[in-house]
Nanobody
Framework: QKQLVESGGGLVQPGGSLRLSCAAS????????IAWFRQAPGKAREGLSC????????YYAASVGNRFTITRDNAKNAVFLQMDSLTSEDTAVYFC????????????????WGQGTQVTVSA
């Protein structure tokens, strides 16, 4: 069974950091572009960051600027999202997703979605 599983979410204070993980099972992430999305209650899903499969080119939404860093470890078959300087605006369920290429992510042609992990930023 092919699936993505996110982990690393939780409760963190404003200004804190979290590192989310996205692990694949049943297939290799090596040849996929990977993206992180989030969805807050009552809001539309938001694309945050993506990383390419060939040259590891990384892209970020303006809303996360240089606070978030996406990396991949093909040996671990996983992708990570380091999130720093968190604010209450970052509270959401975070999802990872795969596509054949970054262009497919931008066209919403997602092949696999994870089930999401909750991130809550609160004092």
């Amino acid at each position: 069974q092919k699936q993505l599983v996110e982990s690393g979410g939780g409760l963190v204070q404003p200004g804190g950091s979290l590192r989310l993980s996205c692990a694949a099972s049943g297939f290799s992430l090596e040849h996929y572009a990977i993206a992180w999305f989030r969805q807050a209650p009552g809001k539309a899903r938001e694309g945050l960051s993506c990383i390419g499969s060939t040259d590891n080119s990384a892209y970020y939404a303006a809303s996360v600027g240089n606070r978030f860093t996406i990396t991949r470890d093909n040996a671990k078959n996983a992708v990570f999202l380091q999130m720093d300087s968190l604010t209450s605006e970052d509270t959401a369920v975070y999802f990872c997703a795969t596509a054949s290429a970054i262009s497919d992510i931008r066209n919403n042609e997602i092949e696999y979605w994870g089930q999401g992990t909750q991130v809550t930023v609160s004092a």
